[in-house]
């Protein structure tokens, strides 16, 4: 598989990521033993860049990780966050902690799972607005000194607020959604941001959480318990418009003889070398059919044609229910 590099510190990772927090949380349909063989499989495929968080469960994320590849540690890039609080009881707070007595305790959490004595890139999950960003990154910076990280990136962060942290400590990577049809990184100043400061991007739902893959025509077609029945874009009129746009870009997987996540993919891998896209599954045929994606090239009118039908801002419904996106540096 290509390889790509991520920031001015040379972290080199395949073009294309695997995002594994639907293994364990937020999507319906866990499967443990598929979801093990989805992580070796991806190995098989080249894949080297795997995506986790102390809060995907919490931690049943970073122990099913840890029990897999653990034992191939060498072969692996692993990714995990802190950040969204999980207090004393083992369960999330709904509350963002980005104090440095916190995330000390937090590494040392993720490392015993992940069976590893480094993490080779540590997220800032979410920024907390009652810690100064420099606070955060002083001792997220010494984190890597003491050599437990190797490299150090930030999640759902203003321009502003990763200017701060990376002057603070260097930064490798920034992790915000972005997929052809969530495309907010490209107008807010994130993306600009990253490519002025040399920092590489990780799009997390390349896939639109699932939609861009044309089989959630309804919120019904979602588990019980799935965190999408809550989430704005899947419901009611805003769903309904989203489809609308959806048929459309089906439409044009059809014409170019491509499944819908495939062209979704190319597309987000075509917006940049610095770019590398974590698309989720726990199952072995999706993976392969997305890994599919890094061999496909779009031609000038196939990019014309799709930002016909999906410029940016088409989606329709908020990215996050309104508490959470009260948790988004703006
Ligand atoms: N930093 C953050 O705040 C944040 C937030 C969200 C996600 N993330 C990270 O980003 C990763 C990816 O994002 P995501 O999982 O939310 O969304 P995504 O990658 O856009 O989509 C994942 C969904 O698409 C389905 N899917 C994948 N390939 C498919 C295919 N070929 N055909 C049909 N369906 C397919 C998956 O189904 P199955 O699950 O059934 O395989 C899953 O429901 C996550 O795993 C996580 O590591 C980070």
């Known amino acids: 598989m290509e390889q790509r590099i991520l920031g001015g510190q040379g972290l080199r990772v395949s073009a294309l990521g695997l995002g594994c927090m639907g293994m364990t949380f937020a999507y319906g349909g866990q499967d443990d033993a598929e979801s093990r063989a989805t992580l070796e499989r991806a190995l098989e495929l080249g894949v080297t860049f795997f995506d986790t968080a102390d809060m995907y469960g919490p931690h049943t994320n970073e122990e099913l990780l840890g029990s897999v590849l653990g034992p191939r540690r060498d072969e692996v890039v692993i990714a995990t966050k802190f950040g969204n609080e999980i207090g004393p009881d083992g369960q999330g707070t709904g509350r963002v902690n980005g104090r440095p007595d916190y995330l000390r305790g937090q590494i040392d959490g993720s490392l015993q799972r992940l069976r590893t ?43 502003e607020t990763i200017r701060r942290a990376h002057a603070t400590a260097p930064m490798s990577a920034v992790q915000t ?142 990215r996050y229910p309104a508490a959470a996106m009260q948790t988004l540096d703006h």
């Open 117 to 159: 004595d480094h993490v080779d890139l540590y997220y800032q999950h979410r920024v907390d607005p009652d810690v100064p960003i420099e606070e955060t990154w002083g001792a997220l910076g010494e984190l890597v000194t003491a050599g437990k990280v190797r490299h150090l990136g930030i999640s759902e962060a203003a321009p």
């Open 177 to 318: 959604e972005y997929s052809l049809f969530t495309r907010d990184v490209e107008d807010n100043g994130v993306l600009a941001a990253c490519r002025e400061l040399g920092i590489g991007f990780v799009p997390y739902s390349p896939i639109g959480r699932g939609f861009l893959a044309g089989t959630i025509r309804s919120t019904e077609d979602l588990p019980e318990g799935d965190w999408r029945r809550n989430s704005p874009r899947f419901q009611g009129e805003a769903l309904q418009a989203n489809l609308r746009v959806l048929d459309e870009v089906n439409a044009l997987a059809e014409r170019k003889g491509v499944s819908p996540t495939q062209l979704a993919l190319a597309w987000v891998l075509a917006q940049g070398e610095d770019i590398v896209p974590i698309p989720g599954t726990k199952r072995r045929r999706y993976l392969e059919e997305n890994v599919g994606a890094v061999d496909v090239t779009l031609t000038s009118e196939e990019f014309a044609a799709i930002e016909e039908v999906a410029p940016v801002g088409v989606a329709s419904g908020e």
